[in-house]
T-cell receptor
């Protein structure tokens, strides 16, 4: 699976949009981009995924560049409860479906 | 159940002892995964079950680690002759067959070997 690169930490003011970047320059044509987050003392939580089109759900938006070498997760109105570690993962949606997690981005939402 | 349940939530054991960690997946989910997470690191894949069989056990670190899922639902991760380096949070996740939408993790079992 392709390797991803994320900044180790970010801060965001409460109520503002949080934009979390991810580089996946070696992504293959059939690999999806997945985002999970992990709040302290809990297991990772699925947020969103996409292949090449931008995606939006009730939690977030995912913007994937046209060359698919990077993506951005957007939390439109961050709250204190969004403070967590956010993981960007790329993988093929077949076979074992296992994820290779990196160390993620620790997002701190400030009051 | 509504979510993935893992028991116990915390386990302290002495070096050299045997431990079992249990995972109850979401009802109807055919795929089940075990991951291990050390402090400050992302989860590390251990093993994947599709139904009753281990389809991928490439992440098990050595032969002291073993996992079973005899009836295709509940799974048990077994660790023999525990070592202090086995201390970590052990996470279980389950998903439907396609798993395209991702999978659901439990809250984990924190294992401490003293």
């Amino acid at each position: 699976d392709a390797k991803t690169t994320q900044p180790p930490s970010m801060d965001c003011a409460e109520g503002r949009a949080a934009n979390l970047p991810c580089n996946h320059s070696t992504i293959s044509g059939n690999e999806y981009v997945y985002w999970y987050r992990q709040i302290h003392s809990q297991g990772p939580q699925y947020i969103i995924h996409g292949l090449k089109n931008n995606e939006t759900n009730e939690m977030a938006s995912l913007i994937i560049t046209e060359d698919r070498k990077s993506s951005t997760l957007i939390l439109p109105h961050a709250t204190l409860r969004d403070t967590a570690v956010y993981y960007c993962i790329v993988r093929v949606p077949s076979g074992t479906y296992k994820y290779i997690f990196g160390t993620g981005t620790r997002l701190k939402v400030l009051a | 159940g509504a979510g993935v349940s893992q028991t116990p939530s915390n386990k302290v054991t002495e070096k050299g002892k045997y431990v079992e960690l249990r995972c109850d997946p979401i009802s109807g989910h055919t795929a089940l995964y075990w991951y291990r997470q050390s402090l400050g690191q992302g989860p590390e894949f251990l093993i994947y079950f599709q139904g009753t069989g281990a389809a991928d056990d490439s992440g098990l670190p050595n032969d002291r680690f073993f996992a079973v899922r005899p009836e295709g639902s509940v799974s048990t991760l077994k660790i023999q002759r525990t070592e202090r380096g086995d201390s970590a949070v052990y996470l279980c996740a389950s998903s439907s067959n396609s798993a395209e939408r991702g999978y659901t993790f439990g809250s984990g079992t924190r294992l401490t070997v003293v």
